[in-house]
């Protein structure tokens, strides 16, 4: 008798790699996920049933939110989203592979999930109170035009990506 054991993960078990190594400590990381687009059709004399024709994946943004550092990191990938080059409109070249890693208790790999194509949508700095004691938190909301997901194994693959291949789109390596 074979026994599956499941090999639960808590959700404050994470790490994010931008430019192929563990950027910081992250203290939330939400919004990871996609939607399958669908078309609902109705047969005639078939009332007990309807066909479902799947379309277009869409990717929901990613928001990521850690203490403020001295790492500019986040504000410096931005603002070479901001910068035209040479002297036309601002450049979208600046995206990369990032990786977010769940681990489990004994610090093994338990998933990976590579963002592909990523790009920086929002970035926002903390709130500043005078009387508050909180740690101060930026967010970094990404875009990304696909995913890649790979269980017990990941990581080192977050890069600066130089652009398409011939397809088009940008290599989930």
């Not at 026994?3 to 563990?22: A, D």
């Not at 990976?112 to 930026?138: F, Q, R």
Request: net charge negative; with cysteine; aromatic share 8%.
């Amino acid at each position: 008798m074979t026994i599956n054991e499941l090999n639960y993960v808590t959700s404050n078990r994470f790490y994010v790699e931008i430019e192929s190594t563990i950027t910081a400590c992250f203290s939330e990381c939400s919004g990871l996920g996609m939607q399958i687009k669908k078309e609902t059709f109705m047969e005639g004399g078939v009332n007990d049933q309807q066909r479902i024709i799947l379309g277009q994946t869409e990717f929901t943004d990613v928001t990521l939110k850690r203490g403020i550092t001295s790492d500019l990191l986040f504000w410096t990938w931005i603002s070479k989203i901001l910068t035209p080059r040479n002297g036309g409109t601002a450049t979208s070249n600046h995206r990369r592979n990032v990786n977010i890693l769940t681990f489990n208790q004994a610090g093994e790999t338990m998933q990976c999930w590579t963002l592909i194509g990523a790009v920086p949508l929002v970035w926002k700095a903390p709130s500043l109170t005078a009387d508050s004691s909180s740690v101060a938190i930026e967010e970094l909301t990404l875009a990304y035009e696909g995913l890649k997901v790979v269980a017990s194994s990941g990581g080192g693959g977050a890069t600066m990506l130089t652009g398409r291949g011939t397809s088009g789109y940008f290599s989930s390596n």
